[in-house]
């Protein structure tokens, strides 16, 4: 755990050459995607069910 | 190659495993890898082949118009009268994820793992979209994979949803109320999910506005001989030129590498995901559903975009389970949210992969 904690401290620290010390792995850029793709899908199509859901309770009030 | 395109030909022909893009996409691999390959290139001057490539699959221009085509043909009435579906749509989705993480543990690059996990979508012209963007040197084995994929669904499913569900949860009933969805709700609908989508992932307009489009066409009411246009002579002119021009793509060079045999693999692996995301899905929802509400949880695999295949799958699978079990209109509303959840899905990882990219360098 000490050792992730830290892997994330460091990022953005530079070496004397101006390299990064520490660059994302692949994979872990990969995991950022998937967190962030599903958490876009279900948030985005969440919105579309409200707005069927009102549109719905609209429909049925004004029969 | 030869022997690849043939057998895409055989199974066009003999398994009807989707004919109108198989069929096209063999008889382009053969032509592009005969001597001197005069349909790609020849003396300097571009064959037809490659003037169709760069006209429609280099602009995007040939899956943004399958979209229409697509949009013109959905219905979203199943979902608007159970919009609880929409949410399988978005976990069906979870194939794209999983194969993308499995990609780089491969030894792939993101923008190459996303287009690959992307065959995830079983949504075709999503995945030639952002295959095009961000790998455009893997688009002919992505397409071919998502394609044949897609015609390998009932074969794909079955197995993978009677391995996660007990016979008692494939026999749920669902009830369902026969009610009809304002119509200004299916006019505004594709409007607001163009708008909504356009501020969440901008980048997905394109994908997102096109399939809209065509919904708007079919459910305004006042452009019947234009929807109808959409849904025959346009799908079937552009899946014919898309086709082969993707065939022309599959030159032996580009083709037999290590790499499409693993991208073949990967295909499946997130077919076999998605469809274990909707299922899962469903069964944990049904942990918070009192008894009499639950939902069957075959309806979870429903969620990927290959409509309206998989939606009759499962009606099939729950009606052999037992006899006068309907689900289908269930069903068929999850179907048409995977259709959704695909594009968004695809958006998302148009929209997120630059962006890790830009953090994992600062």
């Given at each position: 755990?000490?050792?992730?904690?830290?892997?994330?401290?460091?990022?953005?620290?530079?070496?004397?050459?101006?390299s990064l010390v520490?660059?994302?792995?692949?994979?872990?850029?990969?995991?950022?995607?998937?967190?962030?793709?599903?958490?876009?899908?279900?948030?985005?199509?969440?919105?579309?069910?409200?707005?069927?859901?009102?549109?719905?309770?609209?429909?049925?009030?004004?029969? | 190659?030869?022997?690849?395109?043939g057998v895409l030909?055989?199974?066009?022909?003999?398994?009807?495993?989707?004919?109108?893009?198989?069929?096209?996409?063999?008889?382009?691999?053969?032509?592009?890898?005969?001597?001197?390959?005069?349909?790609?290139?020849?003396?300097?001057?571009?064959?037809?082949?490659?003037?169709?490539?760069?006209?429609?699959?280099?602009?995007?221009?040939?899956?943004?118009?399958?979209?229409?085509?697509?949009?013109?043909?959905?219905?979203?009435?199943?979902?608007?009268?159970?919009?609880?579906?929409?949410?399988?749509?978005?976990?069906?989705?979870?194939?794209?994820?999983?194969?993308?993480?499995?990609?780089?543990?491969?030894?792939?690059?993101?923008?190459?793992?996303?287009?690959?996990?992307?065959?995830?979508?079983?949504?075709?012209?999503?995945?030639?979209?952002?295959?095009?963007?961000?790998?455009?040197?893997?688009?002919?084995?992505?397409?071919?994979?998502?394609?044949?994929?897609?015609?390998?669904?009932?074969?794909?499913?079955?197995?993978?949803?009677?391995?996660?569900?007990?016979?008692?949860?494939?026999?749920?009933?669902?009830?369902?109320?026969?009610?009809?969805?304002?119509?200004?709700?299916?006019?505004?609908?594709?409007?607001?999910?163009?708008?909504?989508?356009?501020?969440?992932?901008?980048?997905?307009?394109?994908?997102?506005?096109?399939?809209?489009?065509?919904?708007?066409?079919?459910?305004?009411?006042?452009?019947?001989?234009?929807?109808?246009?959409?849904?025959?002579?346009?799908?079937?002119?552009?899946?014919?030129?898309?086709?082969?021009?993707?065939?022309?793509?599959?030159?032996?060079?580009?083709?037999?590498?290590?790499?499409?045999?693993?991208?073949?693999?990967?295909?499946?692996?997130?077919?076999?995901?998605?469809?274990?995301?909707?299922?899962?899905?469903?069964?944990?929802?049904?942990?918070?559903?009192?008894?009499?509400?639950?939902?069957?949880?075959?309806?979870?695999?429903?969620?990927?975009?290959?409509?309206?295949?998989?939606?009759?799958?499962?009606?099939?699978?729950?009606?052999?389970?037992?006899?006068?079990?309907?689900?289908?209109?269930?069903?068929?509303?999850?179907?048409?949210?995977?259709?959704?959840?695909?594009?968004?899905?695809?958006?998302?990882?148009?929209?997120?992969?630059?962006?890790?990219?830009?953090?994992?360098?600062?």
């Amino acid at each position: 755990m000490e050792n992730i904690i830290q892997y994330f401290k460091s990022m953005g620290e530079r070496n004397a050459d101006g390299s990064l010390v520490h660059t994302l792995g692949t994979t872990v850029q990969a995991l950022g995607v998937t967190a962030g793709g599903l958490i876009g899908v279900f948030a985005t199509l969440g919105v579309f069910f409200l707005m069927i859901r009102l549109a719905n309770l609209i429909s049925k009030k004004t029969k | 190659m030869y022997g690849i395109g043939g057998v895409l030909i055989w199974l066009a022909i003999n398994k009807e495993y989707e004919p109108m893009l198989l069929l096209p996409i063999g008889f382009g691999a053969i032509l592009v890898n005969l001597p001197l390959s005069v349909v790609w290139e020849h003396a300097g001057a571009d064959g037809f082949l490659k003037i169709l490539y760069n006209m429609g699959i280099a602009t995007e221009i040939f899956p943004l118009l399958i979209f229409i085509a697509v949009g013109a043909m959905i219905d979203f009435g199943p979902l608007f009268k159970n919009p609880m579906m929409i949410f399988f749509g978005a976990a069906a989705q979870f194939g794209i994820f999983a194969t993308m993480i499995i990609a780089t543990m491969l030894g792939f690059d993101l923008k190459e793992a996303a287009s690959i996990g992307i065959i995830g979508a079983a949504d075709g012209p999503t995945s030639i979209f952002v295959a095009n963007i961000f790998a455009p040197h893997l688009l002919a084995p992505i397409s071919v994979a998502a394609y044949s994929y897609m015609s390998l669904v009932p074969l794909i499913q079955p197995p993978v949803i009677k391995a996660l569900t007990t016979s008692s949860e494939r026999k749920i009933h669902m009830a369902y109320h026969e009610s009809n969805s304002p119509k200004w709700l299916k006019v505004l609908f594709p409007i607001l999910v163009t708008m909504i989508s356009g501020f969440v992932a901008p980048i997905s307009v394109p994908l997102i506005g096109s399939l809209m489009f065509g919904n708007l066409i079919r459910e305004s009411g006042v452009l019947e001989r234009l929807s109808q246009t959409a849904q025959n002579e346009l799908a079937y002119l552009v899946t014919l030129l898309l086709g082969i021009t993707i065939g022309a793509s599959m030159t032996a060079v580009n083709f037999l590498t290590w790499k499409t045999f693993l991208i073949m693999g990967m295909g499946l692996v997130a077919f076999i995901f998605d469809t274990a995301g909707g299922v899962l899905f469903a069964k944990f929802v049904n942990l918070f559903l009192p008894k009499d509400k639950k939902i069957n949880p075959m309806i979870g695999a429903c969620g990927i975009s290959a409509f309206p295949m998989s939606g009759r799958i499962i009606q099939k699978m729950a009606n052999e389970e037992e006899k006068g079990n309907i689900i289908l209109m269930h069903a068929i509303g999850s179907n048409v949210s995977g259709q959704l959840g695909s594009v968004i899905a695809g958006g998302m990882v148009l929209a997120l992969v630059p962006l890790i990219f830009i953090m994992a360098t600062i």
